[in-house]
């Protein structure tokens, strides 16, 4: 097992990360990666269906994604971007800012070409990130899909004309500020047909947040420190889960988010915990997994935590050499990339 940064780290061309969503969703490539036998084909992502059997239990984060990215202005004129990354009360946001020094405590931002939305910062965090308080009138969710843009990652310099195809189609709640990418390449079509093969579909929440593409900084990974998110694993979720996995039967994820929310309420002897919490789980090589059995997700970044967690799920110089080949036949990495299914 290596702690090592450089050893999680591969060459990427600029022109394989993916800036436009494929078209149908389910039309991305699909590579699937036996683990065991360390094969790899080379499919479309509705061929999904054929890997799923018939008994396994898929598991998907339903979290929604805001839109959370806003601009507005200073009493000066002077143009601000607030991202908002975690809610602390009903008008209260923990926010990244743009040009945040323009910014002292007691000055407003004014958000809509009527203003409607106004918000005051509060404080400024040790780490950089500021507390606005917000005022506007009616309910702030609507305020907000009106004002606001989808939270894009900054390696996509695409204009995203459709901005729901940055939810996954079976988004329910939630105020993540990145959505659970694996989940954007299945239609309500593909889905249906899942069921009906007689696969269990079962909702989970994460709220993603921005650390999910903060990269790792420190030399040896066992010194990163991992961002919290916040979780839920409802009690039906568990009883399903639970049932399956007496029986013998799968549990496939979707998504290194639903990982991270099944394997922070997993118990050693395998059982799952019904729970409402934050969970800043570090999942590298070496990692006994609880719950998964398989694993639907996309290319991630060069010396990232999702390379490391889906390098604990198979091994790290297969996955290496499976990205790779990934590179070679030109598969799209990132958000809005191709995916594998790793079994």
Same mark, same amino acid.
């Given at each position: +097992?290596?702690?090592?940064?450089?050893?999680?780290?591969?060459?990427?061309?600029?022109?394989?990360?993916?800036?436009? @969503?494929? =078209?149908?969703?389910?039309?991305?490539?699909? +590579?699937?990666?036996?683990?065991?036998?360390?094969?790899?084909?080379?499919?479309?992502?509705?061929?999904?269906?054929?890997?799923?059997?018939?008994?396994?239990?898929?598991?998907?984060?339903?979290? &929604?994604?805001?839109?959370?990215?806003? *601009?507005?202005?200073? =009493?000066?004129?002077?143009?601000?971007?607030?991202?908002?990354?975690?809610?602390?009360?009903?008008?209260?946001?923990?926010?990244?800012?743009?040009?945040?020094?323009?910014?002292?405590? $007691?000055?407003?931002?004014?958000?809509?070409?009527?203003?409607?939305?106004?918000?005051?910062?509060?404080?400024?965090?040790?780490?950089?990130?500021?507390?606005? &308080?917000?005022?506007?009138?009616?309910?702030?969710?609507?305020?907000?899909?009106?004002?606001?843009?989808?939270?894009?990652? @900054?390696?996509?310099?695409?204009?995203?004309?459709?901005?729901?195809?940055?939810?996954?189609?079976?988004?329910?709640?939630?105020?993540?500020?990145?959505?659970?990418?694996?989940?954007?390449?299945?239609?309500?079509?593909?889905?249906?047909?899942?069921?009906?093969?007689?696969?269990?579909? /079962?909702?989970?929440?994460?709220?993603? %947040?921005?650390?999910? !593409?903060? @990269?790792?900084?420190?030399?040896?990974?066992?010194?990163?420190?991992?961002?919290?998110?916040?979780?839920?694993?409802?009690?039906?979720?568990?009883?399903?889960?639970?049932?399956?996995?007496? =029986?013998?039967?799968?549990?496939?994820?979707? $998504?290194?988010?639903?990982?991270?929310?099944?394997?922070?309420?997993?118990?050693?002897? %395998?059982?799952?915990?019904?729970?409402?919490?934050?969970?800043?789980?570090?999942?590298?090589? $070496?990692?006994?997994?609880?719950?998964?059995?398989?694993?639907?997700?996309? *290319?991630?970044?060069?010396?990232?935590?999702?390379? +490391?967690? /889906?390098?604990?799920?198979?091994?790290?110089? *297969? +996955?290496?050499?499976?990205?790779?080949?990934?590179?070679?036949?030109?598969?799209?990495? !990132?958000?809005? %990339?191709?995916?594998?299914?790793?079994?």
């Amino acid at each position: +097992m290596s702690t090592k940064l450089i050893d999680y780290d591969y060459n990427l061309p600029e022109e394989l990360i993916g800036q436009c @969503p494929a =078209e149908p969703r389910d039309h991305s490539r699909l +590579m699937v990666v036996n683990k065991i036998s360390e094969t790899t084909e080379d499919k479309h992502f509705y061929d999904i269906i054929d890997y799923l059997k018939e008994g396994d239990v898929l598991v998907r984060n339903s979290t &929604k994604v805001i839109p959370a990215r806003l *601009f507005g202005k200073k =009493e000066t004129g002077a143009v601000l971007e607030v991202l908002l990354l975690k809610r602390i009360n009903i008008d209260t946001w923990e926010c990244l800012v743009g040009h945040a020094k323009k910014l002292k405590i $007691g000055q407003k931002i004014y958000i809509g070409n009527n203003n409607e939305l106004i918000g005051e910062l509060l404080e400024i965090k040790e780490d950089g990130n500021r507390i606005i &308080k917000f005022s506007f009138e009616g309910v702030f969710e609507e305020v907000l899909d009106h004002l606001g843009k989808m939270p894009l990652p @900054p390696y996509i310099v695409e204009t995203l004309k459709d901005q729901s195809r940055y939810q996954t189609v079976y988004a329910i709640k939630g105020e993540s500020v990145a959505a659970p990418t694996a989940g954007l390449h299945f239609t309500k079509d593909l889905l249906k047909k899942i069921e009906e093969k007689g696969i269990t579909i /079962v909702d989970i929440f994460l709220e993603v %947040g921005l650390g999910t !593409f903060r @990269p790792v900084q420190t030399e040896d990974v066992l010194d990163h420190k991992m961002h919290e998110e916040r979780f839920e694993i409802p009690k039906e979720a568990c009883e399903i889960i639970n049932k399956a996995k007496k =029986e013998g039967r799968r549990i496939v994820a979707v $998504g290194t988010t639903t990982v991270r929310a099944l394997e922070s309420a997993g118990k050693d002897d %395998g059982t799952l915990m019904e729970e409402n919490s934050s969970t800043d789980i570090f999942i590298y090589p $070496g990692y006994k997994f609880k719950i998964i059995d398989a694993l639907i997700t996309n *290319f991630h970044l060069p010396k990232s935590t999702l390379l +490391m967690l /889906v390098s604990a799920f198979s091994n790290r110089e *297969f +996955m290496l050499k499976v990205y790779k080949e990934a590179v070679e036949k030109k598969y799209h990495f !990132f958000s809005f %990339g191709d995916a594998m299914f790793i079994y």
